[in-house]
């Protein structure tokens, strides 16, 4: 149980937070190159900013820090590497300058076709949607799962559970509440503006 929120944690927090430090001290031979570092750890940041699902665990608002610092770094970063005359392009000095520009673009190329895919599942087609009573009272709620692609829903592949929610009540923390489970249920059985009480 305790691994599920130790990946996320590294996932969600850990990993952008070594990417912004290794732009803030990149020391780059070449515009193209802190081009690519840029483009290619913001392409990983802005996605789990706009998709990441386990924010409830680790706090919905580093959701946004982890955004603002990445771009205040990108804005240092930029104005030291463009006033120290670096050319546009340099050839990489070694086998290890190669592998790390391709592993940046790669990493752009992935996260930016994965966030392009996930942004068509905040909307269902042609389906209508229906005006419903929000069920489960005040507080501040954060859908965890619900969309129509997989990268937003993991029920979205079966379709009778094609527009299940999994829904997650924040403290003031912005976590998830002690005894809510992060697999709150699935919204069933509700009629238009009708609030009755979700059920698993």
């Given at each position: 149980?305790?691994?599920?929120?130790?990946i996320?944690?590294?996932?969600?927090?850990?990993?952008p937070?070594?990417f912004?430090?290794?732009?803030?001290?990149?020391?780059?031979n070449?515009?193209?190159?802190?081009?690519?570092?840029?483009?290619?750890?913001?392409?990983?940041?802005?996605?789990?900013?706009?998709?990441?699902?386990?924010?409830g665990?680790v706090?919905?608002?580093?959701?946004?820090?982890?955004?603002?610092?990445?771009l205040?770094?990108?804005?240092?970063?930029?104005?030291?590497?463009?006033?120290?005359?670096?050319?546009?392009w340099?050839?990489?000095?070694?086998?290890?300058?190669?592998?790390?520009l391709?592993?940046?673009?790669?990493l752009?190329?992935?996260?930016?076709?994965?966030?392009?895919?996930?942004?068509?599942?905040?909307?269902?087609?042609e389906?209508?949607?229906?005006?419903?009573s929000?069920?489960?009272?005040?507080?501040?709620?954060h859908?965890?799962?619900g969309?129509?692609?997989?990268?937003?829903?993991?029920?979205?592949?079966?379709?009778?559970?094609?527009f299940?929610?999994?829904?997650?009540?924040?403290?003031?923390?912005?976590?998830?509440?002690?005894?809510?489970?992060?697999?709150?249920?699935?919204?069933r059985?509700?009629r238009?503006r009708?609030p009755?009480p979700?059920?698993?």
């Amino acid at each position: 149980m305790i691994i599920g929120p130790i990946i996320v944690l590294a996932l969600h927090v850990l990993v952008p937070l070594l990417f912004i430090v290794a732009l803030w001290r990149g020391d780059y031979n070449s515009k193209l190159s802190w081009l690519a570092s840029v483009l290619g750890y913001g392409a990983y940041i802005i996605y789990l900013f706009l998709f990441g699902a386990g924010w409830g665990w680790v706090s919905y608002y580093i959701r946004v820090a982890v955004l603002v610092a990445f771009l205040c770094v990108v804005y240092v970063s930029f104005r030291r590497t463009f006033r120290a005359g670096v050319p546009r392009w340099r050839r990489p000095g070694s086998l290890g300058g190669w592998a790390s520009l391709s592993v940046k673009a790669l990493l752009a190329v992935l996260f930016a076709w994965s966030t392009v895919v996930a942004a068509q599942g905040f909307g269902y087609g042609e389906l209508r949607a229906a005006q419903l009573s929000f069920p489960l009272g005040e507080g501040i709620w954060h859908v965890a799962h619900g969309g129509d692609s997989l990268a937003l829903n993991y029920h979205n592949p079966d379709r009778a559970q094609r527009f299940a929610l999994d829904i997650v009540k924040l403290n003031a923390a912005g976590t998830r509440l002690r005894g809510v489970p992060f697999r709150s249920g699935k919204v069933r059985g509700l009629r238009k503006r009708d609030p009755e009480p979700m059920r698993g």
